[in-house]
């Protein structure tokens, strides 16, 4: 595809599940990016790879938080014990890893905790 | 980080020209100024990024003042399309990492 491709789009699930988001960057993409947006609110970093490491995850609220990108290409994103509070559109986005480089943003998947 | 300040919101009629300002008093010489633009339901989409100098793209121009404490995105023609939430963002050095997001400025278009 053309772009960053985020599935699902959208997602409801039970307090105390686990969930798993997935992300497909932009082909050649090595740089990928995920954050988190609750209403009203700009998008929140969470975790950034450069290839399959994790270049930057100072922004994953907790240990409930964790995702991984082990071919440097798809990534997902996984919540363990979901909470209300977890509710939020999760973007994910991937550039070409050069500094100043433009960063794209897929849709997002939009989760729901119930 | 460096932070920026954005108003709320603007307004702007169909066809006008739409100055959107922001400041950034505290950026640092290695920080790049980029801008992104939220329409609703959708994810942010890149608009325009300058360090120095200003820049000129298919979208939009960004005007950076002398010191570089603030800038401005100025769409040349708005058109209804353009309703957004747009973000100024300084990214530091221009690396690949993340960019923090303020809560952007909410532009309304009138036809």
């Known amino acids: 595809g053309a772009g960053v491709s985020q599935t699902p789009s959208n997602k409801v699930t039970e307090k105390g599940k686990y969930v798993e988001l997935r992300c497909d960057p932009i082909?050649?993409?090595?740089?990928l990016y995920w954050y988190r947006q609750s209403l009203g609110q700009g998008p929140e970093f969470l975790i950034y790879f450069q290839g399959t490491g994790a270049a930057d995850d100072s922004g994953l609220p907790n240990d409930r938080f964790f995702a991984v990108r082990p071919e440097g290409s798809v990534s997902t994103l996984k919540i363990q014990r979901t909470e209300r509070g977890d509710s939020a559109v999760y973007l994910c986005a991937s550039s070409l890893g050069v500094p100043g480089n433009t960063i794209y943003f897929g849709e997002g998947s939009w989760l729901t905790v119930v | 980080d460096a932070k920026t300040t954005q108003p709320n919101s603007m307004e702007s009629n169909e066809e006008e020209p739409v100055h959107l300002p922001c400041n950034h008093s505290t950026i640092s010489g290695t920080d790049y100024i980029h801008w992104y633009r939220q329409l609703p339901s959708q994810g942010p989409e890149y608009v325009i990024h300058?360090?120095?100098s200003n820049v000129n793209n298919r979208m939009a121009s960004l005007a950076i003042a002398e010191d570089r404490k603030s800038s401005t995105l100025i769409l040349h023609r708005a058109t209804l399309r353009d309703a957004a939430v747009y973000y100024c963002i300084l990214n530091y050095g221009g690396s690949q990492g993340n960019l923090i997001f303020g809560k952007g400025t909410k532009l309304s278009v009138k036809p």
């Open positions: 082909s050649g993409h090595t740089a």
């Open positions: 300058g360090l120095t």
